[in-house]
């Protein structure tokens, strides 16, 4: 790979990792802001207590404008007396003002969302951590390949909810497209598990598994993202 190379990989690198950094950032710091608006609240805390954290969740979603499309809380397993599990889940179509969506979280129904198992609810939680996942079709909210950012809600009663935001990966490939400057071969953002994030190519759709180290795999070396991102960029060989 040449410096050329190495340089028109770089720069859409670290334009994406600095806008994921700026949300994660944003999602911890609201996260002490959760904590702190609810901590006169009297404990097992109520569904009616959530509302004094909405407003924080829509600002979320007005920072980011064109990026984040949805910001919301889950809540951890037994942390409110009045339902078992609950997501204060918002989200905002096109500037418009941010709505709430419902989630379907009955245990007995055929569309459950059970997601205290999922991957974006279970690691910040267990490993105290900012995290990235995804892409995955997001069934229970937009039905768009997407990726949700999260951080963990620390409580002193010890509750960890989990403060996520959703970014769908046509925002990821518009900063993907936008970063590089010239038109130049395939450049493909992987994520941990070789699964495409996002593409310059339609031959290679979000979700799909991409093995860079297979025999006659025609593709230049990698740059990571580093930071809390775990992905990198391929580029075809010319």
């Known amino acids: ?36 608006t609810l901590a ?21 979603i007005d920072r980011h404008h064109g990026f984040v499309q949805g910001v919301g809380l889950a809540l951890d397993d037994g942390h409110l007396t009045d339902a078992p599990r ?10 418009e003002p941010a709505v709430f969506v419902r989630h379907n979280l009955d245990p007995e129904h055929n569309h459950f969302y059970d997601y205290v198992g999922k991957e974006w609810f279970a690691l910040p939680r267990s490993t105290r951590r900012p995290t990235v996942t995804g892409p995955f079709v997001d069934f229970a909210g937009t039905n768009e390949h997407t990726i949700t950012l999260a951080v963990p809600v620390v409580h002193d009663d010890g509750f960890v909810d989990v403060l996520g935001a959703d970014v769908a ?14 038109r130049s071969p395939d450049t493909v953002l992987l994520n941990e598990h070789e699964r495409v994030v996002a593409s310059t190519s339609a031959r290679w759709w979000s979700g799909t598994l991409l093995r860079t180290d297979e025999p006659g795999a025609d593709w230049s070396e990698v740059v990571d993202l ?7 960029l391929v580029k075809a060989r010319d």
């Not at 580093?226 to 990198?232: E, I, N, P, Q, Y």
């Open 226 to 232: 580093g930071g809390d991102l775990r992905w990198r």
């Open 1 to 36: 790979m040449t410096d050329g190379d190495l340089t028109s990989l770089r720069r859409p690198a670290e334009r994406i990792r600095q806008r994921v950094d700026s949300v994660l950032t944003d999602l911890g710091a609201t996260a002490d802001d959760i904590v702190r």
């Open 169 to 182: 990966v046509e925002g990821v490939e518009r900063l993907l497209m936008e970063s590089l400057r010239s």
């Open 40 to 60: 006169p609240a009297p404990r097992p805390l109520h569904r009616a207590d959530l509302t004094r954290v909405q407003p924080a969740l829509s600002q979320v």
């Open 86 to 95: 609950w997501m204060e889940w918002w989200r905002s179509e096109d500037g």
